[in-house]
């Protein structure tokens, strides 16, 4: 039997970091995404959506000051995370993009300040990015391998509950939809995961 897999890259990061105590590479998703195969099963492709690294400049909220969010470290990894998804073969780069909405204290400093009040500063505060179009695409492809009948079983990997109606379609033409919120409640535990 075909099968595609759909993942949401930022969920399928956290899973598999989870899993390897580390960030995975490109490639150790790809092992990931094989080793939750049964035998009868042939990878028809990897879909991955993803968005790529927010690279503007903003005001931050104490000082003031521009932050340039092209020249992090998180800037950097997630740029070479992105261009080795797009020489994988294995993968189909779904894009998508962030958008900014602006600061949110993060939780540890909402802990200190509670404990021992002090004066704000720009590191206690977040980006807010959001993804866009990234939800609209999975369930154009969900629906679009449904109705081309590409695959007998789509594996989608995300933790968001928005693409019930794309399951419900792909369903109406015998397609299978397996969610792996936790790939291990779906398949047995492989060598390696």
């Not at 995370?81 to 962030?98: A, C, I």
């Amino acid at each position: 039997m075909k099968v595609a897999i759909l993942l949401d890259g930022d969920f399928t990061r956290r899973l598999v970091e989870r899993k390897l105590g580390r960030s995975p590479s490109i490639g150790e998703i790809e092992a990931f995404c094989r080793s939750i195969l049964i035998p009868q099963e042939t990878l028809l492709k990897i879909y991955y959506y993803d968005c790529p690294p927010f690279s503007e400049q903003r005001i931050q909220p104490v000082s003031r000051s521009i932050k340039d969010f092209s020249i992090s470290h998180v800037h950097q990894q997630a740029t070479v995370f992105q261009n080795d998804l797009k020489q994988n073969p294995s993968f189909l780069y779904r894009r998508g993009h962030l958008s900014f909405d602006g600061w949110t204290l993060q939780q540890p400093s909402i802990q200190g300040l509670i404990k021992a009040p002090r004066p704000l500063t720009d590191a206690d505060f977040e980006p807010v990015l959001r993804q866009k179009q990234v939800d609209m695409k999975i369930g154009f492809d969900v629906a679009k391998l449904s109705i081309k009948q590409s695959v007998g079983r789509i594996l989608l990997a995300t933790s968001d509950s928005d693409f019930i109606p794309a399951i419900d379609f792909a369903k109406t033409y015998r397609i299978e939809v397996v969610l792996l919120s936790d790939v291990f409640s779906v398949r047995k535990k492989r060598e390696g995961y």
